[in-house]
């Protein structure tokens, strides 16, 4: 399937038997999320909301690879560089506007998840009803090897996930699979990518009812060995201690999360980890307008353009970092970014 065109939207929202269904139709962009994405699926939620004929509402994405693979951050950074603030701004507010009315949507709310789920894509799922996940799932928050920083109510959830498990998600970057999307939290139901296919199908005839008579009985949690570790270390009370603790460790998966660690802009990593300790103890609509307001600091820092145009743009995924070690990040200039 091509991607959208002027005869083939960007989010194709029709009514099938019992739900409303919208399909990411952004393949060949892993259905990276723009502004008319939002606004589509927006309209769409609110229009159903008091529609009886619609008892759910089921979210895919189209061509197999990527439920959403994000926001379309090079557009992003694109406006910020022409000094077009304000379409920046729109874009974060419009899509976190979406995150909260997920959240509080009156129905199910559905998402099916096949293939790559971050960033954005984690902000149209995690905070509805179901998020069912496949073997072929592939999970993260990956946001501090761009110098962004876990967004779409992120630093809400992330904290309210077993342990320290969120911290060490969203400060290296780390991936789940499916079934360790399950485990975590960040997905409720396992279901074979062989039946995949035709879930919305089964949810549109039988209502939601359809995911859990499909859903699978988990394999183990492949972190299990190394949650005590993960919360020692990322439950620690600064950045630096996290760093020093991983040190001390000494183990290969302890030198792997290090080097998770360290992949990002040091920047980025402190200011994540800020605003995940302050999101711990705001509401989801409280942590959604601390993010916004830290979009507008993060959107136009040169760290955010050097990490979007290695990682992006130019994709030499060679970013030089300014500073380029976090025990030289200026910690008073962090705290301003949240004053």
């Given amino acids: 399937?091509?991607?959208?065109?002027?005869?083939?939207?960007?989010?194709?929202?029709?009514?099938?038997?019992?739900?409303?269904?919208?399909?990411?139709?952004?393949?060949?962009?892993?259905?990276a999320l723009d502004s008319a994405m939002l606004h589509t699926m927006t309209a769409a939620l609110i229009e159903w909301r008091d529609d009886p004929s619609v008892q759910a509402v089921v979210v895919e994405g189209a061509g197999g690879r990527a439920f959403c693979a994000g926001g379309d951050i090079r557009a992003i950074r694109a406006f910020a560089m022409a000094g077009q603030h304000d379409k920046v701004s729109e874009f974060f507010s419009t899509e976190y506007a979406l995150n909260a009315m997920i959240d509080e949507y009156s129905k199910p709310y559905i998402s099916i998840i096949d293939g790559v789920c971050m960033g954005g894509g984690i902000g149209l799922s995690v905070h509805g009803d179901m998020r069912v996940t496949s073997e072929a799932s592939l999970f993260a928050m990956p946001e501090t090897g761009i110098a962004l920083f876990p967004d779409v109510g992120a630093t809400f959830m992330l904290p309210r996930l077993p342990g320290a498990l969120?911290?060490?998600?969203?400060?290296?970057?780390?991936r789940l699979n499916g079934a360790d999307a399950v485990h975590a939290g960040l997905a409720t139901h396992?279901?074979?990518?062989?039946?995949?296919a035709t879930l919305?199908?089964?949810?549109?005839?039988?209502?939601?009812?359809?995911?859990?008579?499909?859903?699978?009985?988990?394999?183990?949690?492949?972190?299990?060995?190394?949650?005590?570790?993960?919360?020692?270390?990322?439950?620690?009370?600064?950045?630096?201690?996290?760093?020093?603790?991983?040190?001390?460790?000494?183990?290969?998966?302890a030198k792997e999360a290090?080097?998770?660690?360290?992949h990002g802009s040091p920047s980025a990593v402190m200011w994540s980890f800020e605003a995940m300790r302050r999101g711990a103890r705001l509401?989801?609509?409280?942590?959604?307008?601390?993010?916004?307001?830290?979009t507008r600091a993060v959107s136009v820092h040169p760290e955010f353009h050097e990490g979007v145009r290695a990682m992006l743009v130019d994709k030499?995924?060679?970013?030089?970092?300014?500073?380029?070690?976090?025990?030289?990040?200026?910690?008073?200039?962090?705290?301003?970014?949240f004053a």
Avoid at 286 to 292: D, H, K, M, P, T
Avoid at 316 to 337: C, E, S
């Fill in 1 to 31: 399937m091509s991607d959208a065109t002027a005869t083939e939207p960007s989010v194709i929202a029709t009514r099938r038997g019992r739900i409303g269904h919208m399909l990411l139709n952004r393949p060949k962009s892993l259905n």
């Fill in 316 to 337: 030499d995924r060679t970013p030089k970092w300014q500073p380029a070690h976090l025990a030289d990040v200026d910690q008073a200039a962090i705290q301003a970014l």
């Fill in 190 to 196: 396992f279901v074979p990518k062989a039946e995949i």
């Fill in 283 to 294: 509401s989801l609509r409280g942590a959604l307008a601390a993010e916004l307001a830290l």
């Fill in 258 to 262: 290090l080097h998770g660690l360290h």
């Fill in 200 to 253: 919305a199908d089964a949810i549109a005839e039988d209502g939601p009812a359809a995911v859990a008579a499909r859903a699978q009985s988990l394999p183990p949690f492949s972190l299990a060995p190394h949650r005590a570790t993960i919360d020692r270390c990322f439950g620690q009370d600064s950045v630096a201690a996290i760093e020093a603790a991983l040190q001390a460790e000494g183990t290969e998966w």
């Fill in 166 to 174: 969120g911290m060490y998600l969203g400060l290296t970057g780390a």
